[in-house]
């Protein structure tokens, strides 16, 4: 393992400013690279394939032995690693990572079921749905253009790792208009009555789904292409359901739906 025997101190180390540019999401600075932290994201980077750069460790702690030995490894300060990473309880373990490169036909293996996040700026909710898109089975997620960043450290921990295999891709409007030229409905998720509750909807076929703003909800360019809006009837007296929580629920009712089908062939 290359790990280096001087103990870095200094907050101005080249590898520190890019740990913490890569943190605080500058991409230019950071050389591209995505910033981790903590060895339950380590190990999840390491399962899926991603590749690391460099692993920073604190002085107080062993270097993770999950850790491949062609890695470069640094350790550091308990106050310079602290200075780089974003959590006030560091575990002590952090890296520098390539983000995996997704292009739009790698969403569209099988019969498509795709989860577009249109303008979501809550990074918590982008994650949980990224987590719920691997769960329920979807081929991949879209974002457009004024939606949080995938790699967002809040979007990141809130997948639980997900990101790492879930095919994320930036889309624009062209692309998201593109999709029926694949075969797929669009599916707007709205609230009210004035749709099509989500048990009546056809997910079986290739689809993809659109989550708007969380206040704002998806805007007029996103209505204008849907095929269908596709609603969760609530019996109780609540307007609506925030981001994550109906695109999670919509997604389940599509698995659902593909796995009575596939059991009905």
């Known amino acids: 393992m290359a790990t280096s025997e001087i103990l870095v101190s200094s907050r101005a180390n080249a590898r520190v400013k890019q740990l913490r ?7 230019r600075l950071s050389g591209g690279m995505v910033a981790i932290e903590g060895d339950h994201l380590l190990e999840e980077a390491l399962l899926s394939g991603m590749v690391l750069e460099t692993v920073f460790v604190s002085e107080r702690r062993e270097v993770p032995r999950m850790v491949p030995r062609a890695v470069e490894v640094l350790r550091l300060t308990e106050e310079v690693f602290g200075s780089a990473v974003e959590t006030r309880s560091p575990q ?3 890296a520098l990572m390539v983000p995996p490169a997704h292009r739009m036909e790698d969403v569209m293996k099988g019969t498509p079921l795709i989860l577009i996040a249109a303008g979501l700026q809550d990074p918590g909710n982008l994650g949980t749905l990224i987590r719920s898109a691997e769960a329920f089975g979807a081929s991949g997620v879209l974002t457009t253009p004024g939606t949080v960043s995938a790699w967002n450290q ?3 921990r809130a997948s639980v790792g997900s990101v790492f295999r879930m095919p994320v891709v930036a889309a624009t409007e062209v692309d998201v208009a593109g999709l029926k030229e694949w075969g797929l409905r669009l599916l707007a998720a709205v609230g009210g ?3 099509t509750a989500a048990q009546d909807t056809d997910f079986a076929g290739s689809c993809a789904l659109m989550i708007g703003n969380e206040g ?3 805007g007029a360019e996103w209505m204008g292409m849907a095929d269908e809006r596709v609603t969760i ?3 109780g007296p609540v307007e609506s359901l925030n981001a994550a929580v109906a695109g999670s629920l919509l997604l389940y009712e599509a698995s ?3 796995a009575a089908a596939g059991a009905a062939r």
């Open 21 to 27: 540019a890569a943190f605080a999401g500058q991409a």
């Open 193 to 195: 009555s004035d749709a």
């Open 154 to 156: 809040k979007a990141l």
């Open 216 to 218: 704002a909800g998806l």
């Open 92 to 94: 002590g373990v952090a």
């Open 233 to 235: 009837p609530c019996p």
């Open 256 to 258: 659902r739906q593909r």
